[in-house]
């Protein structure tokens, strides 16, 4: 299998983060969300955009695990895992 190149690696990553933020932007538009989920979904297009390394990535499934041990997440919490494992998967094509 051949190593993909830096130009496939860039289109594969924007695709990933593409799907990131409609994910977020769909969570977005229930307004009962809690603010801890709402303030790092609102930022994370920005986040990725202009900060796209392994450590802004990680620092990104950090804060949302955390969120996702709340009581009230409950109905958010699969939504919130699918961004977390497209996130890994982001970081993965990062190294």
Do not use: C, H
């Amino acid at each position: 299998m051949s190593k993909l190149t830096k130009k496939e690696k860039d289109k594969i990553n924007e695709e990933i983060i593409k799907q990131i933020v409609e994910e977020a932007n769909f969570l977005l538009e229930d307004k009962s969300i809690p603010r801890n989920i709402t303030n790092i979904l609102s930022n994370i297009e920005k986040r990725l955009k202009t900060n796209l390394n392994v450590v802004e990535v990680s620092t990104i499934v950090y804060e949302l695990e955390e969120t996702t041990n709340s009581v009230n997440m409950t109905e958010y919490r699969s939504v919130v895992w699918s961004i977390i494992s497209k996130l890994e998967g982001l970081k993965e094509n990062l190294k």
